[in-house]
């Protein structure tokens, strides 16, 4: 049973049926799904929410499948943990974090946004899917397609971090490495989707695949008791994640099951890649695309498809756009680790960051409640981190070494 | 002249061929001559204000032309213009 009516032209408002199109044709803006929200709001109430098994599909209503959802029907109901010993470091009252890095299966947000996609393509009757990917997407569409019985090519520069390599292969996809940039991948890509009869998730499936982040809004708001935090803040690569956020935000104002939405968005990106962050600080419209270089590669995207959204939920919500260097990347990540006991990857480290920054600058204020979004897995990405933890004490099995490594550590 | 890609989308425009050959030695005269072979690209192309469209990238040999200069970008024989929609992947 699906409440979706139709695309529609972000842009131009020009509708569409459902099909595996992505931009408008008159004037090439992001197509999206419109929903039937007086429908939704006479079926999908807390109480049947609330009866339903913890994943993202207790919000079912609120993706654009026709069908149930028949891949990653355990993704998302991640937890949302109050930080209180990383508040106490950070000077701050009320700290929560939502943890995507142990999201199902393939621990990333992804897997939210690639168990719609697949869901879909499988609906429109695509036997093979893709992606351009710098890494979790890779991971997701390689462990979904698998479980789902379907082929996959997957795109990616070639010198992504190598768990997030292995952790694509091992599923026995296609992986294709490409000589760039993600930038260059994505516009290699475009060319292939127009090419070849596949779902591409991010590219003809997109306007399903984007929905999927919404759940990660739906969830943080049930978990605090049906309110919004005052303040999230969100990675942004692309640029998809907080737009999508907000529009959940709105969606469950919509709805009826938050009273308001208060929530002010504030966008986290690497320095050595933050298109949209410096658009934010200029107070431009338009962002200038970059050649990233950053450790952060999952959200080295120079040219985010997105960026122009993603500014603008900031602006409109009355949130800001900040961005933090690789050292502080790192620092965030060990911080993280040591206060809450959460390995996150280096987007963590940039989201950790840029709320510090904030803090710092007194755009966050210290007794508002705050949620930082943790979108991936620091096992993925542990290169950033060799030698800069320490090493650990090698001895011999004698009760004496340990003893002596003792009394010097003590020292 | 210089190779046009065409998107899917912009190619009922020309006779649904996906490259074509266009002379104009720069980014703007190409596309001022790809109107004037097949009219109806303009609109498309560019918006109200006469600024290229913001959800359309346009590429000379692989390069954003924003990264070079533009509308200005200089397009030899032989060069490669893509004109690729720009909402994709993240």
Not at chain 1, 134 to 153: D, I, K
Request: glycine residues 8%; neutral net charge.
């Amino acid at each position: 049973m699906s409440f979706v009516k139709g695309l529609q032209c972000r842009e131009c408002k020009h509708g569409y049926e459902v099909a595996p199109i992505h931009v408008c044709e008159f004037c090439f803006g992001p197509l999206e799904v419109v929903y039937d929200y007086e429908a939704i709001s006479k079926v999908l109430t807390k109480e049947k929410i609330l009866s339903r098994p913890p994943n993202m599909w207790r919000y079912q209503e609120l993706m654009p499948l026709d069908q149930e959802p028949t891949v990653g029907r355990e993704v998302g109901y991640t937890p949302l943990i109050r930080a209180d010993r990383l508040a106490k470091v950070l000077g701050v009252k009320e700290l929560y974090i939502k943890n995507d890095a142990v999201n199902y299966p393939t621990l990333s947000f992804k897997d939210r946004v690639v168990s719609v996609a697949i869901s879909k393509a499988k609906e429109f009757g695509f036997k093979t899917v893709g992606c351009a990917s710098t890494g979790n997407l890779a991971n997701s569409v390689a462990a979904n397609a698998a479980s789902a019985g379907l082929e996959s090519f997957i795109f990616i520069p070639h010198d992504l971090e190598q768990g997030k390599v292995l952790g694509t292969l091992v599923f026995k996809t296609n992986l294709i490495g490409i000589k760039g940039n993600y930038d260059e991948v994505n516009r290699l890509c475009s060319e292939i989707a127009a090419k070849y009869q596949w779902a591409f998730v991010n590219i003809n499936i997109r306007p399903f695949y984007a929905e999927g982040s919404k759940a990660m809004a739906y969830e943080i708001v049930e978990q605090l008791g049906w309110k919004t935090p005052q303040h999230i803040i969100s990675p942004m690569a692309g640029g998809s994640l907080i737009t999508k956020l907000w529009k959940a935000f709105k969606e469950m104002e919509t709805l009826g099951l938050i009273k308001k939405n208060t929530a002010r968005v504030y966008g986290a990106q690497a320095t050595g890649c933050s298109p949209i962050t410096t658009a934010v600080k200029k107070g431009s419209e338009l962002f200038e695309p970059q050649r990233p270089n950053t450790i952060c590669k999952s959200l080295a995207i120079g040219n985010p498809a997105d960026g122009f959204y993603a500014a603008r939920v900031m602006r409109d919500s009355g949130g800001w756009g900040e961005d933090v260097s690789d050292e502080e990347i790192i620092e965030a990540m060990k911080l993280l680790a040591s206060t809450e006991g959460i390995f996150a990857e280096t987007a963590g480290g940039v989201t950790l960051g840029v709320a510090k920054k904030l803090i710092e600058q007194g755009r966050l204020p210290k007794d508002e409640s705050i949620v930082l979004c943790i979108t991936g897995n620091g096992l993925k990405t542990q290169e950033v981190l060799l030698g800069k933890c320490g090493e650990p004490q090698i001895i011999e099995a004698k009760i004496r070494q340990f003893d002596e490594l003792y009394e010097k550590m003590g020292a | 002249m210089a190779k046009v890609r065409i998107p899917t989308p912009l190619q009922k425009l020309a006779e649904n061929q996906a490259e074509l050959e266009v002379s104009g030695t720069s980014v703007k005269e190409v596309l001022a001559n790809l109107e004037a072979k097949y009219p109806g690209f303009q609109e498309r192309l560019y918006d109200d204000k006469g600024q290229l469209r913001r959800f359309i990238n346009f590429y000379v040999n692989e390069e954003d032309i924003r990264f070079a200069d533009g509308e200005a970008t200089i397009l030899k024989e032989d060069d490669e213009l893509s004109i690729v929609p720009a909402i994709a992947g993240g």
